[in-house]
């Protein structure tokens, strides 16, 4: 068999799975949701979150069955804002079974992964998003008086780290988090958990230390520490802890006092977005052989290699890889007034930063085989197109080019796809009130200590216990 006949051949294998997956990715590709997520945004700022939560079920057909795990998502979170808490936990139970089936599915399709990309497969989300689909239920559970099925919803935390290593073979890069350990441990010792509240406060220790968010281990996490291990009769324990933490000191809470927690949900999770660079295919053959591809992959590597890389090795090829977008918000920290006290809030989690730190992981690892893929298939939309000139004309080859070209570009889009209505910062305040109903007065403050805006909530005080209450902010100037 000649060479020629071999390209020829291989030139016929490629062109079927090509146009196929053209119609596939016009067809099975998910609607813009930009301008849906603006307007949600929008709505969600003006603290209307009744009317976010029905606009997002009024839209569920605007996501497509491919980005039903979105849907919950942002139906269960939004629901959660306007405090519809069986509304919100009924759609996280969803997206917590959506997780589960995509743990069981390959994230390949029919069509060869090396002509296609994530956007026209279902979205499966990711390791720290199912994460804070526990705490927000949780606090679901929590703030309507289900203390025991919050603690079942925590529980479940311990076993999703576990299983995200052992499904990574221990290569997991989000491998623990100290603010949901430290929430966890707030459950557990609400519910009369101490034991488990102990261990909890423990591993918020060590996971603030080693997070990818950079933050400093809270004060108050320290002292719930320290004072649950005097509580269960461990001094070798705080011991510990006070040597690790001098300035541990024990909790007490006042007679007829309770103790008011108050999350403050601040601006939005950064836009997952592109940036583009552009390579010569001749340098980009380097990464093709370096990328490890998997059989299925090796496969195409094979047939676009027989075609010819020299004719196109000066050709430049744009390439796009994710990137986050941060929203500007003037908020970034905030400060509670009841009748005798005034606190400041503290940074507890940094979803923004943890979502930089996953994407910067993923795009480390997959860097190469974007760029394999990126360069397989110009090699193969050229040839194909050149062939059906030869064969049919001119005007075929540049009909052919044109849809080529057309596909190249749906297929080499980032997905951006992400849970978008999460908070990008969660800070908290902690302190006592006596029992009783208080309206407390919420100041949310520039990093000049400027007030932006208030607000007022009410919390209905139970004696010793922890009295849990949210409220979002944000001061983002939306482009119109």
């Known amino acids: 068999m000649s060479n020629l006949t071999i390209i020829n051949k291989n030139i016929r294998t490629l062109i079927v799975p090509v146009m196929c997956a053209i119609a596939g990715t016009i067809s099975g590709c998910a609607s813009n949701l930009t301008g849906y997520y603006s307007k949600l945004r929008t709505k969600i700022d003006s603290g209307d979150y009744?009317?976010?939560?029905k606009f997002v079920d009024k839209s569920q057909g605007k996501y497509g069955s491919k980005n039903i795990l979105m849907y919950y998502l942002d139906s269960g979170i939004v629901n959660h804002f306007a405090k519809e808490y069986e509304i919100s936990s009924k759609r996280f139970e969803l997206a917590k079974g959506k997780f589960r089936e995509y743990q069981q599915k390959s994230v390949t399709t029919g069509v060869s992964s090396m002509l296609v990309n994530d956007n026209i497969m279902s979205y499966y989300g990711k390791d720290f998003e199912r994460v804070h689909i526990s705490v927000f239920e949780a606090l679901d559970y929590a703030l309507s008086g289900r203390g025991d099925d919050a603690v079942v919803e925590v529980r479940q935390l311990d076993s999703l780290f576990k299983n995200f290593a052992v499904d990574s073979n221990y290569k997991n890069f989000y491998k623990d988090d100290g603010f949901v350990r430290y929430f966890a441990g707030l459950i557990y010792e609400n519910t009369g958990y101490l034991n488990d509240a102990y261990i909890s406060y423990s591993k918020a220790l060590k996971a603030y230390k080693n997070g990818v968010a950079g933050i400093a281990v809270p004060e108050d996490l320290i002292d719930d520490a320290y004072t649950s291990a005097l509580l269960l009769g461990m001094p070798d324990k705080a011991s510990e802890?006070?040597?690790?933490?001098?300035?541990?000191?024990?909790?007490t809470i006042p007679e007829n006092y309770g103790e008011c927690i108050v999350f403050n949900y601040n601006g939005f999770i950064p836009q997952k977005t592109e940036t583009a660079l552009e390579f010569a295919l001749g340098d980009m053959w380097i990464y093709v052989n370096a990328a490890n591809l998997d059989s299925k992959d090796m496969a195409d590597f094979d047939k676009a290699k027989s075609i010819g890389v020299s004719a196109f090795a000066k050709d430049y090829i744009r390439v796009a890889f994710p990137r986050y977008k941060d929203f500007d918000n003037k908020i970034v920290s905030?400060?509670?007034?009841?009748?005798?006290?005034?606190?400041?809030?503290?940074?507890?989690?940094?979803?923004?930063?943890?979502?930089?730190?996953?994407?910067?992981?993923?795009?480390?690892?997959?860097?190469?085989?974007?760029?394999?893929?990126?360069?397989i298939k110009y090699v193969i939309g050229k040839s194909v197109s050149k062939e059906l000139g030869k064969q049919n004309g001119v005007v075929v080859e540049q009909l052919s080019q044109g849809l080529l070209n057309m596909f190249s570009a749906a297929t080499s889009s980032v997905d951006r796809r992400a849970w978008n209505t999460l908070p990008d910062?969660?800070?908290?305040?902690?302190?006592?009130?006596?029992?009783?109903?208080?309206?407390?007065?919420?100041?949310?403050?520039?990093?000049?200590?400027?007030?932006?805006?208030?607000?007022d909530i009410e919390l209905d005080i139970k004696a010793g216990k922890k009295n849990f209450a949210f409220i979002r902010s944000s001061s983002i100037h939306w482009e119109k």
């Open 50 to 53: 009744e009317s976010a939560a």
């Open 241 to 251: 802890i006070k040597k690790d933490f001098p300035q541990a000191k024990k909790r």
């Open 334 to 375: 905030f400060r509670v007034k009841s009748e005798t006290r005034e606190e400041k809030g503290f940074l507890a989690q940094d979803l923004g930063k943890i979502a930089k730190a996953c994407l910067k992981d993923e795009t480390a690892k997959v860097y190469a085989k974007t760029l394999a893929r990126a360069a």
């Open 425 to 455: 910062t969660i800070l908290m305040s902690r302190f006592y009130l006596p029992e009783g109903v208080h309206t407390l007065k919420v100041d949310f403050l520039d990093a000049k200590g400027k007030v932006i805006e208030s607000k």
